[in-house]
């Protein structure tokens, strides 16, 4: 008698072999891109005007704020616009991944009622969406930034390992928050509030320098703030970004990534029931 | 799931299920919410519901077996096919799958409505586990099969829902693993497709394959199956060969041999 490929037993929260859930996972990664890429095509970003608002909604929003920054007194210069659209692109990776995550789970009923898969793959996919909507907008900054006449150096370079911890960091909210919106539905009503507030407490519309002492206490707290500021120091001012930035960073990215998927790995055996 | 595994002989277990039993709890409120949390908090209890949908069942599929699954609405059909397929874990017991399996428990599922055909062939196609090269070598075979033309091309939203099922089933009838579990996918089309689709299950009968066929139509499955199970309210009533099973199942049913159950495809 031969081995079983598959044993189902009831339900125990735990983790599942983890060798083998990557392997279905890797499996399907081509699964992976053609879902993301028919979600972005269902929100109509293949159409000419569609595209055009991918990268107009951020050129906006980069105006609106610096107008907010202008009006409020902060220093508005060429610096402080460099600052602001690369910030707060990058904070829109994250931001989508939230939005895009929160209800991947949910919204993919009846893909998790009728077939056997990683579910993990759904939140995945959000931010797989969110880093699509994302890479236009870096081309945007670049232009900018040379309208702007800021010099570019190799210090730059620094950018490709945030962005990294950022993916990370967005792909453990994503799965965070999808496996949370399971059993709390009301968390993706709750979520506006939240990513506005993570919007103000990040070095966004000021430099993290800029903050006042006895705010510091809430930059430990935010997850974005080493992050967004090491990719300020890199792509606006060219500089290599502080070393327990970077830290902080990593270890803020890894944490939620193992944790949320931990969570997510040992709960999703049991999401169809829950749906 | 795509598989690697060899060959499976006639005969060898596809599928064991041992002591199954399954227990839905459902909440009384629409929808779990922190708000509903923290008012049962203070009622100090949760409004819910326990429903058995599967008690004690036990069932050996073998290689080169049809099985049929009948029984009346709410006997437990379609949860035991999601519990072998791996969908929803059991409350008791254990289940034993010895190869790949793959689901038709519903039709069209992965699709997007707003990108064309073709597009969803892929896309459905790799929801069902298939690799883009198999589906790019099994292309016109899908398209030919569903009989769609130059519609194809055209977004899906734009298709008559007899054309949606059918590029549905025409994709879902492409992928071959070793055990296959169709739950009432067959009533798809007009009468000259249902025909085909149902030549399409019997072609995929074979000694290295075991089938599972979930149905209401008693005729087919006196034709297709060579066992069949009936369950009721989640208990395994009887399993034997199709006419004696089938038969017995219409007596209980009070209908005899009446139009109406036969029909139907």
Redesign the interface.
């Known amino acids: 008698m031969s081995t079983p490929s598959q044993v189902y037993e009831p339900f125990k929260a735990g983790l599942p072999p983890l060798v083998r859930y990557w392997k279905s996972l890797w499996s399907r990664r081509r699964f992976i891109s053609e879902y993301s890429r028919s979600e972005l095509r269902e929100q109509h970003f293949d159409s000419a005007f569609g595209q055009l608002w991918l990268v107009l909604n951020p050129l906006l929003l980069s105006a609106v704020y610096f107008l907010l920054i202008i009006i409020i007194g902060g220093a508005s210069d060429a610096l402080r616009y460099a600052h602001l659209t690369a910030t707060l692109f990058l904070f829109y990776l994250v931001a989508n991944s939230l939005t895009g995550g929160v209800k991947s789970i949910t919204a993919g009923q009846r893909l998790i009622l009728n077939t056997a898969f990683p579910r993990i793959m759904l939140p995945i996919s959000a931010v797989v969406i969110a880093v699509f909507k994302f890479l236009p907008t870096l081309v945007i900054f670049f232009i900018i930034r040379s309208v702007l006449g800021l010099a570019y150096s190799w210090q730059m370079l620094w950018a490709l390992p945030i962005l990294l911890i950022t993916i990370v960091l967005a792909l453990g909210l994503a799965i965070t928050i999808s496996c949370i919106n399971v059993y709390f539905r009301d968390i993706a009503s709750f979520l506006p509030y939240l990513t506005r507030t993570l919007l103000y407490l990040s070095p966004i519309l000021y430099e993290a320098s800029a903050l006042k002492p006895a705010l510091r206490s809430l930059q430990a707290l935010n997850p974005l703030f080493p992050i967004l500021d090491s990719w300020s120091q890199a792509l606006v001012y060219g500089q290599a970004p502080q070393g327990s930035n970077l830290l902080a960073a990593l270890a803020w990215a890894m944490g939620i990534f193992l944790i949320g998927t931990y969570f997510f790995l040992s709960r999703e055996r049991e999401f169809a029931v829950r749906l | ?3 690697a ?1 060899s060959p499976h002989k006639t005969k ?2 596809a599928v ?1 299920v041992r002591a199954l039993g399954l227990t ?2 459902t909440a009384i409120d629409r ?5 509903a ?1 923290a008012k049962s908090l203070g009622r100090g209890s949760k409004q819910t519901r326990v429903i058995r949908a599967l008690d004690n069942v036990d069932l050996d599929v073998e290689y080169g077996q049809v099985l049929g699954v009948i029984g009346a609405n709410g006997a437990g059909k379609s949860s035991m096919m ?20 793959s ?1 038709l ?2 039709l069209g ?2 699709f ?1 409505p ?2 064309s055909g073709r ?1 969803n062939v ?2 459905g196609g ?4 298939m ?2 090269d198999e589906i790019a070598d099994h292309f016109q075979e899908i398209t030919d099969f569903s009989e769609l033309g130059e519609a194809i091309d055209a977004p899906m939203r734009t298709y008559s829902s007899g054309m949606f099922s059918r590029l549905a089933f025409s994709v879902a009838a492409t992928v071959r693993p070793d055990i296959l579990i169709v739950d009432e996918a067959l009533s798809t089309g007009d009468a000259k497709f249902k025909e085909k689709s149902l030549n399409r299950i019997k072609e995929l009968r074979s000694d290295d394959r075991a089938l599972i066929l979930v149905s209401h139509a008693m005729a087919t499955l006196r034709d297709v199956c060579n066992d069949v199970a009936w369950l009721h309210k989640g208990k395994l009533v009887q399993r034997g060969a199709p006419g004696v099973t089938i038969d017995a199942y219409q007596e209980f049913l009070q209908l005899g041999k009446s139009a109406a159950i036969d029909e139907d495809v």
Do not use: K
């Not at chain 2, 790799?126 to 586990?129: D, F, K």
């Open positions: 799931m795509p598989s595994s060898e277990i064991s839905y709890t929808r779990p919410t922190l708000r949390r999601r519990v072998i397929a791996g969908i929803i874990p059991p409350s008791q017991g254990r289940i034993e799958v010895f190869g790949s399996v689901t428990l519903a599922v992965g997007n707003s990108m597009d892929f896309l790799l929801a069902a586990g690799s883009r």
